[in-house]
C-alpha cells in the first residue's frame, strides 16, 4: 500500500493587526459615505420638491424647451429651402432632432409628425451612389 502525499499548500494569508484595522476603516468608511450621500440625495429632493427655487427651476426649463423648440424649427426651415440635395441628409439629423425634442416634451403628436417629415426625407434622397 502506497501512500501519496498532498502537495502542500501556501500558507494562509494572515493580515497583521495593522492591515485589519486599515481594511476594516476602509470598508466602514465607504459604506458610511455611501449611505451619507444617499440621505443627503434624498433629504435635498423631498425639500427641493416644494420650493420656489424648484417651481422657478421648472419654469427655466420649460422656457428652455420652448427657446430649443423655436430654433431647431427655424433651422429645419432654413435648411430645408437652401441645402443642396447631395446634403439633404441634415435634414434628417435636423428631424431627429426635434422628435428627440418632441419626445422629451411629451408631445407625441408632434413627434410622430416629424417621424413622417423624416421618413419622407429618407424616401427622396438620393442615394449615394447616385450622387456625384
Do not use: C
Not at 40 to 68: I, Q, S, V, W
Not at 75 to 90: C, E, K, N, Q, S
Not at 104 to 112: E, I, R, S, W, Y
Request: proline share 6%; glycine share 6%.
Amino acid at each position: 500500500m502506497s501512500t501519496t502525499q498532498r502537495p502542500a499548500s501556501p500558507p494562509p494569508y494572515r493580515l497583521t493587526a495593522t492591515d485589519f484595522k486599515a481594511e476594516i476603516g476602509e470598508l466602514v468608511f465607504q459604506k458610511e459615505a455611501t449611505r451619507t450621500r444617499d440621505k443627503f440625495a434624498h433629504k435635498t429632493a423631498k425639500y427641493l420638491a416644494g420650493t420656489p427655487e424648484a417651481k422657478r427651476y421648472a419654469r427655466d426649463a420649460a422656457d428652455a424647451l420652448r427657446d430649443a423648440e423655436t430654433l431647431l424649427l427655424s433651422g429645419y426651415v432654413g435648411l430645408a429651402g437652401t441645402i443642396p440635395d447631395a446634403d439633404r441628409i441634415r435634414l434628417i439629423e435636423a428631424a431627429n432632432r426635434l422628435v428627440d425634442l418632441y419626445g422629451v416634451t411629451g408631445d407625441a403628436v408632434q413627434a410622430a409628425k416629424w417621424r413622417a417629415e423624416r421618413t419622407t426625407i429618407r424616401e427622396v434622397l438620393p442615394r449615394p451612389r447616385d450622387v456625384q
